[in-house]
């Protein structure tokens, strides 16, 4: 799940929470996979929900200071 895809999101109503916890979902997803072959199996560090709310957080008030950048100019 990209930044533009999380803050799209968020614009459209769903709370951090519940952002996290699909963030966290998806980024899990992506390790589960890559651990399955022999050479990666361990590769990767599953999130948690702690960690995925951080990396939410992030992508959102990345957006916000953009934003107040532009409008300022």
Do not use: P, T
């Not at 916000?64 to 100019?73: A, G, S, V």
Request: net charge positive.
């Amino acid at each position: 799940m990209r930044e533009e895809e999380i803050v799209k999101l968020w614009k459209n109503g769903i709370d951090k929470n519940k952002l996290a916890e699909i963030y966290k979902r998806s980024y899990n997803q992506q390790i589960k996979i890559i651990r399955s072959s022999v050479k990666h199996r361990h590769s990767g560090k599953f999130i948690s929900n702690y960690e995925a709310l951080a990396c939410v957080e992030r992508a959102i008030y990345k957006n916000i200071m953009d934003n107040n950048m532009q409008k300022k100019l």
